[in-house]
């Protein structure tokens, strides 16, 4: 039944006339239909949309908040751990960079096929069980005693969680078109509030701590001291497995492909063989035709479920005829197709429909073919690198001797470090990133946060200098405040990303490019940390302090000015799409499809 009109019957008839039309008509009449139709797929489409502040988001968001936590409530006492697990401190950084790659490994692994499995079996059971992955692995890091039974427990983490991607897929698909970017902004709030209390967990939470706090020992963390981070991590898991599990809905687009037969068909960006769809769209068509439903003509039925064959005979009825042979007639009750096989007929019917529409619109090609969205996985990935870089390292920098070029400091203090990251992210998030976007437009906000994270990120050595030779005060002032300063642009980067990849993806499985995208950050992941842990032990051991940091940073200076070169390239269609009118009328064959996804059973 299409939405919004009276007479169900007849707007399915007169849908299957009007997609039979857009295959034969003038190329004047089909713009003016594609207009009408697009208009109206549209209205349709956004009385499923939801608002930024609703409880699917809250949900959402909540989700975001617990993959943030686990990600940072292991830094601030990584560098100690490491230690503790029976690694020499000369070697920290290395083994640091290890243990941060093991998790983007795994990952590497199953993202794009956790993506396929969300387009496959819904978003929801994709988030629910990235929680359960995420609850089970942080629980066994707390009981980690070797650096061997670490490692495993992060990759573990690593292969049962997609949940980064599928967030972002659910996000676009709940949200209007012109909300995407405030939606964005408002889980790079929730990351940023899971980047102040994930530090505040992991430093303030270990038995160190905490024994000191109470001024007597606990026998349980002499034996496991890092355990009560992980064991916070775990709960926030749980919570988010009850709140998901009860109070998410599944993704209105999802729904929609999967009442159209959509869902279960493989990604096109995998080019799978369709012969089996093809096949058993030949069977459900001929029961079709030989049943005689009142939805099609019954003179013609093959033409009117099949436009396109239609439309090289010239035997396509009107869509005038189509709606008046419809118009009074009822549904048609089950009927029995074979030995106890019972099929609703418009289900049948709309099954070959929805399949006869995306044989009218040109298949996409493969992302990996697709100029525009290989620039967005690039752009992605570099920025990936360098946020990799920094996290990892700057816990290590932070227990280093300020004599080495380092800052000194105590678990808590990392923690602190940490913290102000957050509270930076935090603020501009929530009441300045939205309004510069309306402003100015996602491409322009996008380059001038690059900019300054690359700034902040290459002047670091210079930063930590400063605040060495200025006293505590000084130290938080100088590093303080680049750090903030690339936090605020990394913020609007990884924000707008998400943003260019899900308005490139047009026509695609949002779930399986995401899923590419977060492979290709999750390669460069791998190879960050290790490389930035080993460059970093090498340079202490040269003599001259400067290069103790100044390589590294060096590093994350170059990853993030391909970031900006890459985002310089990327066309304005892509930047800021979400800035276009929503009235653009789509060309004939894609108005067809929209025509018979209005249709609903």
Known sequence: MVAGHPDGAGASSGSVGAVAAAGVSSPGAQDAAASKLAKQARGNADGSRVPVFSLPMAVLCLINFNESVATNVIWPFLPFAIVSWGVAPADTGTFAGIFASCFFVSQLLTAG???????????????????????????ALGFAGSFPVAVACRALAGLTNGNIGVTKVMVHEMVSKRDQAQAMALLSFNWGMGSIVGPIAGGFLTATSLEQAAGFS????DQFPYAMPCFFSALISALGIVVGACMLPESPEWLRQQSLGQAAQPSSCWATCGWPSKLLDALRCACVARRGYHHVPAEEPAEAAFPSAAAGTGATPSAAEASSGGAGSEASPPDELGDGISVRPERALQGCLARAASRLAPAPHSPLRDSVLLRCFGLYATLALAAILIDELLPVIGKMRREAGGLGMSEAEIAELLIIQGVSLVVFQLFIFHRLV?????????????????????????????????GPAGRWVFVGGALALKTLGMGCCFSLTFVFINSAAKGRRLGAVNGISQSAASAVRVVGPALGGILLSVSLRSSVVWIHTGVVCALMGLAMGATVAIGASLPTSVTDANREPDDTPPSAPEAAELELASVHV
């Open 113 to 139: 096929g956790w993506g396929m499995f969300a387009d496959a079996r819904g978003r929801k059971p994709t988030l629910i069980l990235g929680l359960v992955g995420s609850a089970m692995a942080m629980s």
């Open 218 to 221: 606990v026998p349980f963390l």
């Open 438 to 470: 309306a402003r100015f437009g996602e491409g322009r906000v996008f380059k001038w946060g690059s900019v300054c994270a690359l700034v902040a990120l290459s002047t670091l050595p210079v930063s930590i200098w400063l605040g060495n030779s200025s």
